[in-house]
């Protein structure tokens, strides 16, 4: 049975989707099969990936609203990506009023990723930076939520809200939803301050935080140039490393909590 | 004065404190009485989804008989002018060849008259089943409407469905009345 992993942090830019991308295509390199639902309106891991979202027939907008739509019908895989992707659209903007009103409304997603669970290792969701029904949405259907953190104070508040939502939905809708790890991301070694807030989200958070640190690297932003995950174009930098770094670390936990 | 900025660091902010706290706290252990109740709520919206899914097929089955109504209804009307006219047409000489014109003119009658019988009978029946139906479905309606607590607009849904059977009676004795 696949396990579904929401990466969900309520500040933007904290990296997210370069977190879905790097980490999917790095699970995909140690073999596991991966699928990547970009549940963010704006669409940034869709046009990463070299999808225009203005062409794809049908997209997670489709899945949430329409009772026939399946999420198989939606996955769009590229000879020159090794996940498959459940596109977004713009109109999933939209979603929060079309599924207002809706009993069971944050279960949508829950209910169609139920008949792929099992195609996939992993599923991993690229949360929207907001705290309405589409992150409930991804919450309800996850396992685990990762948290990537950016190494800036303002993140932290975004955490606060983030396991303020986690919380209850854990209360409501989903009493096994847990904490797969936070992330600390685009760590700047060249700042005092990121270290500060490092070491800070590593007291909070315990056993919670991934050893793995990523850096803050210039390669990552060349992603949507190249329309591929780092591991393709730049396999040998220290960014698509870490990464792999990553998860692998996530792997072994997984392991160790099996046991 | 020399003013000096108290020294703070990442680790004194506030923020962290209130993470610590949200971090500690459980998730909360349903009761059986709560998780009885998730589970009779979660079929109470099953049954409400089904009720709606059945009240919308009626609606449409009410509406497609309320086209054949009337579709009936105007065939009656035309058939019935139709026979006025012919009874009320003089007869005109025909050559000794061809059939009186009378002839013609009862066969066609007779003929209509059966239509117009035939059509009345089917009207009455559609008339009785539209009523039936529309009566079922508000009757439907007022009960999903009570079951969800909404008495007061139950009560004029079960009005309407005794002011259609009032309607209906009232138009089947003018119906009695003028035949």
Known sequence: MGRVIAVAQHKGGTGKTTTCISLGASLCDMGKSVLIVDLDPQASLTLSMGINPLEVERSVHEVLVDPNVTVKSTIVTRPTICFSVVPSHVDLAMAESELAGRIGRERALQKKLA????????????????????????????????????????????????????????????????????????????????????????????????????????????????????????????????????????????????? | MNLKKPAKGVADLNILKDIRGLLSTPPQEKTGDSKEQASEATEAQAELTKLRAQLKALEEQAKAQKAELAKLKAENSELAAKLKTLIEAKPVPLPAAKEPVNTVNSREIEQLEARIEELGESLVKMDELLRMKAQELLNRIARVFNEAGQSDVSIEFRKGARDLELAENMAHFLRVLLD
């Open chain 1, 115 to 259: 008949p792929v669970k099992d195609d996939y290792d992993y599923i991993l969701i690229d949360c929207p930076p907001t705290l309405g029904v589409l992150v409930v949405n991804a919450l309800t259907a996850a396992d685990s939520v990762l948290i990537p953190i950016q190494c800036e104070p303002l993140t932290l508040y975004g955490v606060k809200h983030l396991l303020q939502v986690i919380n209850l939905i854990r209360e409501d809708v989903n009493p096994n939803l847990s904490i797969e790890g936070v992330l600390r991301t685009m760590f700047d070694r060249r700042t005092k301050l990121s270290q500060e807030v490092s070491e800070s989200i590593s007291q909070t958070f315990g056993d919670l935080v991934f050893s793995t640190i990523i850096y803050r690297h210039i390669k990552f932003a060349e992603g949507p140039i190249h329309e591929l995950p780092i591991n393709f174009y730049a396999s040998k930098s220290v960014g698509a490393e870490e990464y792999r770094n990553l998860a692998k670390e996530l792997v072994a936990r997984e392991s160790e909590k099996a046991r």
